[in-house]
């Protein structure tokens, strides 16, 4: 089980694959995430990574989260969050996690507030039909009716869907697929709907429910390996240039080779046929 990752909601747009298929996306902004902290099994019962995300003021810090902040010797982050982890998945203190953390195709699991909609009635809450409009009814044409038994159990279930505050609260959405990842924006676009308002913060983790692809990054996409992978991809590139290069040069000779003998031969053909 990797590390999951905190994002800011940027909006919506759409994606075009090559096929010209439509695909509405949701873009997520992953901010500077830190790695300032682990939870490992023999002290505190569980394995996790405590990440640290976007750079922020000391001003805006209350008292107690600049003595944590100044006890890590850390810059002041805005947002501090744990993910749980397996036990061969833990990443170095002071490590940057990118956007190359997650690869196309992947899916994963989306978690933030939903947008808050105020006290509500329960045909907007629950999507109830309401009273009838027209006769026999005075002045509750929207309400949801009666609410309890009789005698016998004398009150309301609790759970009973009724009228109250609607929106705001934790809700994961599964099994989303990444349509395509910008790692100088530091960009994630998802397919489909992730729930809360522009701007929120949004939990992105490795989805449950769906394998990982084979090149998924282990133990998480950091920003060295990324860099050292980005110089070897380069390394290997001019080696199979340079190697093509040879390849060339060798049938280019080779070539000249086989033009001079059926050069000479054509002469010496010409030669006889005069005599």
Do not use: C
Not at 32 to 54: C, M, P
Not at 59 to 79: A, C, N, T
Not at 136 to 146: C, L
């Amino acid at each position: 089980m990797r590390t999951g990752v905190l994002a800011r909601k940027v909006g919506m747009t759409r994606v075009y694959t090559p096929n010209r298929e439509h695909n509405s996306v949701t873009v997520l902004k992953l901010p500077s995430s830190i790695v300032i902290g682990h939870r490992k099994t023999e002290v505190d019962g569980y394995n996790a990574l405590i990440l640290g995300f976007e750079k922020v003021n000391p001003k805006y810090l209350k008292k107690p989260q600049k003595e944590f902040f100044s006890k890590i010797k850390q810059e002041p982050l805005k947002k501090v969050k744990e993910f749980r982890i397996s036990e061969e998945n833990f990443v170095e203190k002071g490590k940057t996690i990118i956007t190359s953390h997650f690869v196309v195709g992947q899916f994963v699991d989306v978690r933030s507030d939903s947008i808050g909609k105020g006290f509500a009635g329960a045909m907007k809450r629950h999507n109830f039909s309401g009273l009838r409009a027209s006769h026999g009814v005075s002045i509750s044409h929207r309400s949801h009716g009666s609410t309890g038994n009789s005698q016998d159990p004398g009150r309301v279930w609790k759970g009973k869907k009724m009228a109250g505050q609607m929106g705001n609260k934790k809700i994961t959405v599964q099994s989303l697929e990444v349509v395509s990842i910008d790692e100088e924006r530091s960009l994630i676009l998802v397919k489909g709907g992730v729930p809360g308002s522009i701007g929120g913060w949004v939990e992105i983790t490795d989805a449950k429910k769906k394998s990982l692809p084979a090149n998924v990054p282990y133990p998480a996409g950091i920003r060295g390996n990324q860099e050292n992978s980005q110089k070897e991809n380069i390394d290997t590139k001019r080696a199979n240039n340079d190697e093509k290069k040879e390849e060339t040069v060798v049938i280019e000779t080779k070539n000249l080779e086989q033009d001079k003998k059926n050069a000479d031969e054509s002469i010496k053909d010409n030669g006889k046929e005069t005599k």
